[in-house]
């Protein structure tokens, strides 16, 4: 089942492999030549942010993953933001959620960071 995004507006995956292997290589190549999948799947990511509080690290069938350490879902939403910032409304996304979604997970500790969030007392 989709949990809390049944019923999403937004584009929805019920898998987001681990970003801590993606964003370094992945990601910058898709935001050489795939705009529209890349805005679909940050949009993915500020979605989680919406239902949960905080972008998605690592998600398996809706399951979420352990995460590792900060958020690597930031780098990839930043990532689409520094070249597509002239063009993000007209890919769907809004760039006030995306810096909103940042933050949460910048500022916000979870209560259960293993798996959602960033235990981010330990970096203040």
Not at 33 to 52: C, M, T
Not at 88 to 116: F, K, R, V
Request: glycine share 8%; charged share 20%; hydrophobic share 35%.
């Amino acid at each position: 089942t989709q949990g809390p995004f049944a019923g999403t507006t937004s584009f929805y995956f019920d898998s987001l492999y681990c970003s801590w292997d993606t964003f370094r290589t992945f990601y910058p190549l898709m935001s050489l030549h795939s705009p529209v999948e890349f805005a679909q799947i940050v949009d993915n990511y500020i979605d989680g942010w919406r239902k949960l509080g905080w972008m998605p690290e690592c998600r398996a069938n809706n399951v979420p993953g352990w995460t590792q350490g900060g958020s690597s879902g930031d780098p990839i939403v930043g990532h689409f933001a520094m070249p597509y910032h002239n063009e993000a409304a007209a890919l769907g996304i809004d760039l006030e959620e995306l810096y909103s979604a940042m933050l949460a997970d910048a500022e916000l500790n979870p209560p259960e960071w293993n798996t959602l969030g960033r235990e981010v007392d330990v970096y203040k």
